[in-house]
Structures are given as C-alpha cells and as structure tokens.
C-alpha cells in the first residue's frame, strides 16, 4: 500500500471511474479511499431509477449503477480500502490516513485524484428565522432515513428548495406514504432538471412555488408549521405570508464541495464552482493532484461525472507513466455575461493532440440562444440551445485543430440566436 503510485479519494461514482481508466491506462499501483464502509458514495442512497441512461442505455437504480463500476475496480484487482478517512493532504501529496485497524498512517503516491464529493447546505447556512425544532432535515439526511435505514421522518411536509433531492425526495415521501403540501423555491426557476419536475411533482400533483421562501418555523420541540411568503428582489413581500401545517421541513439549497483537503494542500479554489480550479487535463494548481465529480462541480447527471472522472483517470496515469505535467503555457477560459462558470477554467496551449471538453451552467433560464467559444476574435465553436437553464449542465467538444496559434483566452458568450 505504502509504495502506490496513484491514491484517489473518495470511492463513489467519480472515484470508481478514475479508477478504472487509470488502470486502463497502465498504472499498475492504485488506491482507492472510502470512509464509508462500503464503495459507491451517495449512489448507495439514490434506489430511485434514472441513471446511466448514457452510460448503458439502460435506466439503472443508483446502487445498480455503483455496482456495474465496483465489479468493474474488483475486477480489475484495484486495491480499495473502506473505512478509510482522509485527515490531511500536504502540498507535497502526502496523505494522512486513518483507519480502524491500521490506525493512523502516511502514503506518498506519485499523483492524487480528489473524488470526495460535495455536502448539502444545512439549515445554520440559511439564515431561517423561528426555534430550532426536531422535524427539520436536510433531504439527503432525510433520504438515508428513508432509503438505508427504514424510517420515515414525518407524516406531513414542506420543501424548501427545488434541487433534485429535493424533487426526488417529494417523490419518495409522498410514495412512502407521507403529504408533501408545497415545495417552495427561492428562485424564479427550479435548480433541478426538468425530468425530475415533471415526474416527481406534476406526476403527483405536488404545488411549486417559485421566488418563495420559509420565513418563520414555527413549534418549539417538534416542527408544527412554517410560514412561507413571496420574494420580490430578494426580499419577502409583506402580506403573501402563508401558515402550513406541518411536521417535516426539507431543505434543499444547494450542495458544497468537499473541499477542505484541497484546501489544505494549497490547492487553488473558484468562488463560483466551490470546486478546485483546474486545467484541461483536470489537473489543480497542485502538480499531481487531479479532480474529478462533485468535489470539482456539483454535477447533475452521474454519467457525466463518469465520463469526467474516467479523463482525470487517464490524466493522471500520463503524469506518472509519461511524466507530463502542467510545466507549459495556460490561457484562461472567461465567460460572457449569462455563463456562471465553465470547468476546466484554463486550458494549456503546448498539447494540440487532445481535444477539449467544457462543461458550463448558465445563470438563468434562457430561450433560442447560441453557445459561442472565442479563439481570440475567431469562433471555434458555436451550438443553437433552445432552452438553457441552471439546473442543467451544458458540455462543448472542442477540437484543438482549429485553435490559432498565439491566442491569449477562450471566451464562452451566450448569444442572441
Ligand atoms: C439525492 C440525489 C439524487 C440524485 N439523483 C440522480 C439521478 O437520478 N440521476 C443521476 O444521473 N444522478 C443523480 N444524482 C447525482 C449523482 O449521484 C452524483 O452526481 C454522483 O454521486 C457524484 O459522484 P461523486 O463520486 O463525485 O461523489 P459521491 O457520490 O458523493 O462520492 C464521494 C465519496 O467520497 C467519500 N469521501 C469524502 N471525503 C472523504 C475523505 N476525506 N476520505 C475518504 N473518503 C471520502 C465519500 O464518503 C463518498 O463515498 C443524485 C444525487 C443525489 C445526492
């Protein structure tokens, strides 16, 4: 173990994928590090269907999904260890690690690649006026209650927050029997896919409410209602207030990447993504230390964390078998107004073999427009969207040919279209 050359952090879909490709790739020593105590991160809690429609052409529950990749990393002789938690990563790659027999040690590999996920945004970040009740739940919290441990947390229930989990959970509490009387969402726009609104409300009739938000919780032990009032300019319009009874509040606001490790290792972090500021190759501002999943941008569709992690996989297995890292020139990639961020954000200009994919949000919903990348003054690329939204990640294929030579920036632009 102390002497391999690849470690990645976090065994769920991203790390799993990584996994796989670097070992396609060549690279003989790998280790994957999970805390949980099993493989597949969050997939293990998602027994709804709906993944991998990209991946197998298959609709798969979420642990079929981790299955299908943890066979893959089982049979290719993958080492994995599971209650492992990862305390600290040093600039210089050395991971400190703990673990319940082995105790606390130190590994040295050549490169790292950073699957570690990303967390829910709790109440304490939210700013929700009202006592602090039993009965208030984040959804992911909620849906290991449900899914892993066999418990329903309430019989009647409010969302907050219109993300997929949050969606999916209305979905699930109603299915378990539970009343979910509205969702509401602070934004004008739902930050979930449209697929999950249409199947996992209108399907049951379950009210949303847009630029809406909690403002009062009310009930001193357990949750007894919330008030929930419109917003205009971000703030709540006096006299929309609504009572709803109800004993369970959801919240569903947003995911944080899991970032602290990076972090500590110096690794440079967006303010948009959350996430580690990357390269092409998904390589950080750390040499040798990759990222890939949520950990890098929260993403919505597990399939493309596969593919994306089965990049940083390859990446990574270059670095060490080839020795190639980020010693070359970078140009940055800017966005437009409208574009909220694209992953990677530089690309490096000396490899002109590797085409370069662009994953990017939009920061509002948008109708017949154009997706443009800029080579200086020239258009490489330009894609007709009829519909752009937050909650859905937009990926451009970029072939290196045509970029100029001497260009100092990619700029993405949403245009009129
Ligand atoms: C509720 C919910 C519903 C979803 N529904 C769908 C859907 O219908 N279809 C779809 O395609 N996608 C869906 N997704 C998205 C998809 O599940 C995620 O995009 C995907 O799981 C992200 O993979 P990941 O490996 O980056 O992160 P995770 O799955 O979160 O895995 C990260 C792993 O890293 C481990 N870890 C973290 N820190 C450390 C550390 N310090 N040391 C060791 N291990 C560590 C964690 O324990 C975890 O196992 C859903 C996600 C959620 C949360």
Request: with cysteine.
């Amino acid at each position: 173990m102390e002497a391999c050359d690849l470690v990645i952090i976090g065994g769920g879909p991203a790390g799993l994928a990584a996994a796989v490709a670097a070992r396609q790739a060549g690279v003989e020593n790998i280790l994957v590090l999970e805390r949980d105590s099993r493989l597949g991160g969050i997939l293990n809690q998602c027994i709804h269907s709906g993944f991998g429609l990209h991946t197998f052409q298959q609709e798969l529950t979420g642990p079929e999904y981790a299955a299908r990749f943890v066979s893959q990393v089982k049979g290719l002789g993958i080492a994995c260890l599971c209650d492992a938690m990862v305390l600290d990563l040093a600039a210089d790659r050395t991971l400190t690690v703990i673990h319940p027999e082995r105790g606390i040690f130190t590994l040295h590999p050549k490169a790292v690649i950073l699957a570690m996920g990303c967390r829910e945004r709790p109440r304490g970040a939210l700013n929700i006026p009202g006592f602090r009740p039993a009965g208030i739940y984040t959804a992911g919290t909620a849906q290991h209650l449900v899914n892993i441990e066999g418990k329903l947390p309430g019989r009647e229930c409010v969302i907050l927050g219109s993300g997929d989990i949050g969606l999916i959970m209305a979905r699930r509490m109603t299915l378990e029997g539970a009343k979910v009387k509205v969702v509401a969402e602070l934004m004008p726009y739902s930050g979930g896919l449209k697929r999950n609104i249409v199947q996992c409300l209108e399907d049951f009739d379950i009210p949303l409410k847009l630029s809406h938000t909690v403002v009062n919780i009310h009930g001193k032990e357990r949750l007894t209602g919330v008030t929930i009032a419109r917003v205009e300019q971000g703030l709540p319009v006096p006299g929309t207030e609504e009572y709803y009874a109800c004993d369970t509040l959801l919240l569903s606001c947003g995911l944080i990447p899991e970032n602290e490790l990076s972090r500590g290792a110096g690794v440079e972090l967006s303010l948009v993504t959350n996430g580690p500021v990357v390269n092409d190759r998904l390589e950080t501002s750390v040499p040798g230390v990759f990222a890939a999943g949520n950990v890098l941008h929260v993403h919505d569709l597990v399939d493309y964390v596969s593919q994306e992690a089965a990049a940083a996989g390859e990446n990574a297995a270059r670095y060490i078998l080839e020795a190639q890292t980020q010693t070359g020139p970078e140009i940055p990639v800017t966005c437009g107004p409208g574009i909220r961020y694209t992953v990677p954000q530089k690309i490096r200009l000396e490899s002109r073999d590797e085409d370069v994919t662009l994953r990017l949000r939009v920061d509002g919903v948008y109708r017949n427009r154009r997706l443009t990348v800029l080579a200086g003054d020239a258009p490489v690329s330009s894609k007709k969207r009829r519909a752009l939204a937050p909650g859905e990640m937009e990926t451009i294929r970029l072939s290196r040919k045509p970029l100029p030579v001497g260009i100092r920036e990619l700029r993405v632009l949403l245009e009129e279209g």
